[in-house]
């Protein structure tokens, strides 16, 4: 069974940091996650869920949404099934809840690609 299971959300006031962890157990796909891209997602209240950024399996390369540019970084650790997401200067609409995922494509944005789901964490960014 694959497990995802995000940390590190909060409250943050803006033009803070947060950092979001995620650690995947099991065989997604029968493969190991270094065999997956690992992505982040959120959604917020009243909105459809939208891509953040993706680290891929193909070569490490890494995607980000144009809102989060120059601001988010995503990394992970292979050998610990890890993917974690830096957040800097937080702005009021980057609150949402965060998910990761895991898509067997070595680049997707497109949510429907992603084959599993944490449970989600949520940041809350004060004005």
């Known amino acids: 069974q694959v497990q995802l299971i995000e940390s590190g959300g909060g409250l943050v006031q803006d033009g803070g940091s947060l950092r979001l962890s995620c650690a995947g157990s099991?065989?997604?796909?029968?493969?190991?996650?270094?065999?997956?891209?690992m992505g982040w997602f959120r959604q917020a209240p009243g909105l459809e869920r939208e891509f953040v950024a993706a680290?891929?399996?193909?070569?490490?390369?890494?995607y980000y949404a144009d809102s989060v540019k120059g601001r988010f970084t995503v990394s992970r650790d292979n050998a610990k099934n890890t993917v974690s997401l830096q957040m800097t200067s937080l702005r009021p609409e980057d609150t949402a809840v965060y998910f990761c995922?895991?898509?067997?494509?070595?680049?997707?944005?497109?949510?429907?690609?992603?084959?599993?789901w944490g449970q989600g964490t949520q940041v809350t960014v004060s004005s």
């Open positions: 099991g065989r997604p796909s029968g493969r190991g996650f270094d065999s997956h891209t």
């Open positions: 680290k891929s399996w193909v070569g490490g390369a890494t």
């Open positions: 995922a895991v898509s067997s494509w070595h680049y997707t944005t497109d949510l429907n690609n992603y084959e599993c």
